[in-house]
């Protein structure tokens, strides 16, 4: 049973438009959220994270939204840039520090010039 | 930033070899490194959590004399999959957590494995 869903397994979005990736979570005792991105044949590159206690986190042009009541957290993108194209995957963790991160399938992001 | 290091990024080989995979913290040392891998179109997989100066802790369904971990030092773990297979090619991937700190997890580039 997938702990950390990521149900659009693909997205294409215009340069310049706005880019959101969703992820829904089952496990109540998550209190550590994080995206990573990745390239093909490179390992996942943390992006940005967001603690239970808050429920928006936000660095430059990315913003992650946490919606603990519903658990669901996404990541916005705005505006999205073709570099931006890449698989993104949610993950999750009890608590952070040294527990290992429980991973969605990915979303592969296209941003089209 | 922080670094791990990953190598070999690729390895072929035949099947009944044996392939020794290492994960390195560049710039931060490390007692506890994960090990992941990855399938086609499927999510990372944890496979084990590897403790500094003790033996690591194995997933359900991971063998772990299958898949040997040794984390020797702050900086180092490795993973050895012995006897490789062809179900076993894959892409493996380490991760590191920073001792004494909140930073996230940083990984290695991963390690794709094809064996013949």
């Known amino acids: 049973d997938q702990q950390v869903k990521q149900n659009s397994p693909s997205l294409s979005v215009q340069e310049g438009r706005i880019s959101i990736l969703n992820c829904d979570y089952t496990?109540?005792?998550?209190?550590?959220f994080l995206w990573y991105k990745k390239y093909p044949a490179e390992g996942p590159t943390f992006l940005i994270s967001?603690?239970?206690?808050?429920d928006k986190n936000e660095d430059g042009r990315f913003t992650v939204f946490l919606n603990k009541s519903a658990k669901h957290l996404s990541l916005h993108i705005v505006p999205s840039q073709p570099g931006d194209s890449a698989v993104y995957f949610c993950?999750?963790?009890?608590?952070?520090?040294?527990?290992?991160?429980?991973f969605g399938k990915g979303t592969r992001l296209s941003v089209i010039a | 930033g922080a670094v791990v290091s990953q190598h070999p990024s690729w390895v072929i080989c035949k099947s009944g070899t044996s392939v020794k995979i290492e994960c390195r913290s560049l710039d931060f040392q490390a007692t506890t490194m994960f090990w992941y891998r990855q399938f086609p179109k499927q999510s990372l997989m944890l496979m084990a959590t590897?403790?500094?100066?003790?033996?690591?802790?194995?997933e359900q369904g991971v063998e772990k004399d299958k898949f040997l971990i040794n984390h020797a030092s702050l900086t180092l773990s490795t993973l050895t999959v012995t006897s490789a297979h062809p179900e076993d090619s894959s892409f493996y991937i380490c991760s590191a957590v920073p001792v004494f700190s909140n930073q996230p997890q940083h990984f290695g580039d991963g390690t794709r494995l094809s064996i013949l």
């Open positions: 967001i603690s239970s206690i808050k």
């Open positions: 496990n109540s005792m998550f209190d550590y």
């Open positions: 590897s403790n500094e100066g003790s033996k690591a802790t194995y």
């Open positions: 993950a999750a963790s009890v608590p952070l520090g040294n527990t290992p991160l429980v």
